[in-house]
């Protein structure tokens, strides 16, 4: 399978203190599922940045898509980062727009002609089970709604990278499971999935994922080997 995504030897500091991440380097295989793991402010969302291209690595080489990122001109940046999905720790949807307008967005913001966008977008409502609250504002969703709206926005322009971070953290365990089955539907249509989590249960429920796990700012690996997760019955063997 292609490598979608290398960080080869790649460190990151904020301002001038210690480095946030040091030495990271693996690869990530075209198709395939992936949790982030580690414990809070180990390096976790400073990862995911540096993978959706938010932020620039201080060391090193982050290839996407088989091109290195820091040497793309700034002209072709929009066009690498509509490759890449990205639903936010904080949702960020618009709160002014409609649950229809917020997914529409990339859309739009592609210049999709307006005729060509209901269609999509009502499509997207469905699939994330919300076909009915197109016209809502997010601060009259619940936290699990808003959510998938913003999931909903983020896979519209079918991205062949898809960054979640702790998307799970506000909602029960029973829209916790319904979240990851979205996000288990998009892997198997093709789409690879990056997912930073806490929750154990959670990664145990896909057995095909791989874990990187983060500890101050390094990979617990440092070879960059993404093993299986410890509960599936692949984990008990190196991958
Ligand atoms: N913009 C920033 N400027 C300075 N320091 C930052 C910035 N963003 C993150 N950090 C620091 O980098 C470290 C890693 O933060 P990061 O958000 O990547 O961790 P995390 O593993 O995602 O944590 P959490 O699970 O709590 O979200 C923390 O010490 C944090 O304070």
Redesign the pocket.
């Given at each position: 399978m292609a490598n979608i995504v290398q960080f080869e030897n790649v460190g990151l500091r904020?301002?001038t203190?210690a480095e946030?991440?040091s030495d990271v380097s693996f690869t990530l295989s075209a198709g395939s599922f992936y949790f982030v793991t580690?414990?809070?402010?180990?390096?976790?969302?400073?990862?995911?940045?540096l993978l959706y291209l938010a932020q620039r690595p201080t060391r090193g080489i982050v290839r996407l898509f088989g091109e290195d990122a820091g040497a793309l001109p700034r002209n072709r940046l929009p066009g690498f980062r509509r490759r890449i999905g990205v639903v936010f720790?904080d949702f960020r949807l618009v709160p002014h727009l409609s649950a229809f307008d917020n997914i529409a967005l990339p859309l739009r913001v592609a210049g999709m002609p307006e005729s060509e966008i209901e269609g999509p977008v009502r499509e997207m409502l469905a699939w994330v089970n919300l076909k009915d609250r197109g016209n809502a504002k997010p601060p009259t969703l619940s936290g699990g709604e808003q959510q998938r709206i913003a999931i909903a926005r983020a896979v519209i322009n079918r991205p062949e990278v898809l960054v979640a971070?702790?998307p799970t953290g506000n909602v029960d365990p029973d829209m916790a499971e319904r979240l990851l089955h979205l996000f288990d539907s998009l892997n198997r249509l093709g789409t690879t999935v990056v997912v930073?989590t806490?929750d154990f249960q959670l990664i145990n429920r896909i057995p095909d994922a791989r874990m990187m796990r983060?500890e101050r700012?390094r990979l617990s690996d440092p070879t960059g080997a993404l093993r299986h997760p410890p509960g599936s019955p692949q984990g008990q063997a190196p991958a």
């Open positions: 904020y301002g203190g946030t991440l580690g414990a809070s402010g180990a390096g976790k969302t400073s990862l995911l940045k720790q971070d702790e930073a806490h983060i700012g």
